[in-house]
């Protein structure tokens, strides 16, 4: 699809101006026809009733209502049509309607004329008005021989006046512009004038005279109008063009300019100096904005050359994260099958870390030629720290782990060393097992550490509670007691860290001891490798994208045959 052309800001502004110039012209020219057309019509309304009122001079009180007589006795029978065209035929009659008919012409009127209302037919057609003829005409000056009246003649009238010509008459008040119409006789203005006779009943003078001039003036006005628009929006765009554009547009465009020049090359590795070098002689909001501009700029340099310190120290310290990673992957047993010439276990271990380095650990050894042992243990903290906590514990545990000595006076003595030099107040929890491979005895002590599961022969894998002593480096002092169990062959053991239980999801749920309960049932038969496979697995199938908040860390040992042959061994 073509990609539309989008407006500069100076061609926004102009053409807001321009419409905003045409919106008040167009409202003021709207405003000003309404207002200028009815001026004119109470003018020829007046002038209307100006011609009614010199029509009435004509007449006496009397005469009038004479003529009101006749008219109303000839249309109820009471006067003969002898009677009427003998008065039609008079000198005085003549006389009126000549003079009508000379006001009419001098004032340049459509018609004027005189009626009254029969207010029986009025009354009588109410509903039905088929035929109805409510005017009874006393003179009429119009032209048009077929539609001129005299004395008795009757004719219709538009039902929706008739009422409010009844109301005129009984109250002797005129109307103001009661009539405007716009058909085939023209655009014209009629003007009624009651007369209230000495009986009480009244006689209507009507006025209508055509409103020539009123369109051809509407006209004028409106083309003046248009051209007072075109001229206030040209005299806009040039104030615009020399004033505006050079007062706000034309700083703001060069404002714009440097910032682009300023990303640009950004974007090509060099920064460009445009804004610094920009300069704006105002001191309104344009200054301040440009100001505010050039101080950007200097806080984006110096910020790109922390962001270059900071970026280069940021890689030498993962440099070095990535050492101790793998130094301490390395003081980690990572290499299995661990003991492939011993036949009587099986052992597999496997740590992953939440961060480059962690604070969990495990370890396997050989006490003697017939005992094994194997130890787990948790750093409280992650990171360096705890790397670092966690390397001082693996060593102590295990150099004092000794053919024949007691596990809790191994403890009880790390305990105490861990607590002369902890002064980031860390501590461990730890559980440490070593296996007799003959007897199959496994003697255990448990520093604050989770409870491990043990899979009997046959059997599925179940927690083995045990009593958890206080954490190692938490309180001088300390002493730690020693447990056991028997193993059998087919026997299994299978130790871990709270990262494992505590695995958390996207919507903050944990993993859970059932959960790992029911993987590691399913999974009894599988050798020790297999086991920590089939634990991993479910347990990335439970968070899915969530991130790793703990070390995950785990250790399955399995008794596969009791050892023979001892003394040949020793």
């Not at 003021?28 to 200028?36: A, K």
């Not at 009038?64 to 065209?85: C, F, H, M």
């Not at 297999?530 to 990335?540: C, R, S, Y």
């Amino acid at each position: 699809m073509k990609k539309i052309k989008q407006l500069r800001l100076s061609q926004k502004i102009m053409l807001g101006f321009a419409l905003l110039g045409v919106l008040i012209c167009v409202c003021t020219g709207v405003t000003g026809y309404f207002q200028y057309r009815d001026n004119l019509q109470r003018l020829y309304n007046t002038t209307a009733y100006d011609i009614a009122e010199t029509a009435v001079s004509y007449f006496g009180e009397e005469e009038l209502a004479e003529y009101a007589a006749l008219t109303l006795g000839y249309d109820d029978g009471t006067v003969s049509e002898e009677e009427i065209a003998s008065v039609r035929a008079s000198d005085r009659y003549r006389t009126l309607s000549a003079q009508l008919d000379a006001l009419r012409g001098a004032m340049d009127a459509n018609d004027v004329f005189v009626f009254c209302l029969d207010l029986e037919t009025l009354n009588a057609y109410a509903g039905d008005r088929e035929g109805w003829e409510p005017l009874l005409y006393l003179f009429d000056s119009y032209t048009v021989p077929e539609y001129s009246y005299s004395l008795g003649d009757k004719s219709s009238f538009n039902p929706d006046y008739i009422a409010e010509l009844a109301t005129i008459g009984s109250t002797g008040e005129r109307v103001d512009s009661l009539f405007i119409s716009e058909g085939d006789y023209g655009y014209n203005t009629a003007a009624i004038l009651p007369v209230t006779l000495a009986d009480g009943s009244f006689v209507l003078f009507a006025v209508e005279i055509p409103m020539r001039t009123l369109q051809s003036a509407l006209r004028g006005y409106l083309l003046g109008v248009v051209l007072i628009a075109a001229v206030i929006v040209v005299a806009i765009m040039i104030v615009y063009y020399f004033l505006f554009k050079k007062m706000f547009v034309r700083p703001v465009e060069r404002m714009a300019s440097a910032a682009a020049d300023f990303v640009r090359g950004g974007e090509g590795g060099e920064l460009s100096d445009s804004i610094l070098s920009l300069t704006v002689h105002s001191s309104d909001e344009l200054g301040l904005l440009c100001e505010a501009l050039k101080q950007m700029e200097r806080n984006i340099r110096d910020y790109i050359v922390n962001l270059q310190s900071v970026t280069a120290e940021k890689e030498r310290i993962g440099a070095e994260l990535n050492v101790a990673t793998q130094i301490q992957a390395s003081m980690l047993p990572c290499i299995f099958p661990a003991f492939p010439e011993r036949e009587e276990f099986d052992v597999f271990a496997s740590m992953t870390p939440a961060k480059e380095v962690g604070g969990d650990f495990y370890d396997f050894f050989m006490v003697d030629e017939t005992h094994l042992a194997v130890v787990m243990a948790d750093v409280s903290g992650k990171g360096v720290p705890a790397a670092l906590f966690m390397v001082i514990g693996k060593t102590l545990i295990k150099d004092h782990t000794s053919p024949g000595r007691d596990l809790g006076d191994v403890f009880t003595e790390v305990n105490r060393l861990l607590c002369e030099a902890n002064s980031e107040g860390l501590f461990i929890t730890a559980f440490e097992g070593v296996l007799d491979l003959v007897t199959g005895e496994l003697r255990y002590v448990n520093a604050g550490h989770e409870m491990p599961f043990i899979a009997h022969e046959g059997g599925a894998f179940a927690a083995y509670k045990i009593k958890p002593g206080f954490v190692l480096a938490g309180m001088e002092g300390m002493r730690y007691r020693a447990g056991a169990v028997v193993l059998e062959p087919g026997d299994k053991l299978f130790q871990y860290t709270d990262g494992v239980t505590e695995a958390t999801d996207a919507e903050g749920g944990l993993y859970g001891m059932e959960r790992l309960g029911k993987v590691l049932a399913e999974n009894t038969s599988a050798p020790p490798e297999a086991v920590l496979a089939a634990v991993k697995a479910d347990i990335d199938a439970f968070v899915k994208e969530a991130p790793q908040f703990d070390d995950i860390t785990m250790l399955c040992l399995e008794y596969k045959k009791k050892m023979t042959e001892r003394e040949e061994r020793s």
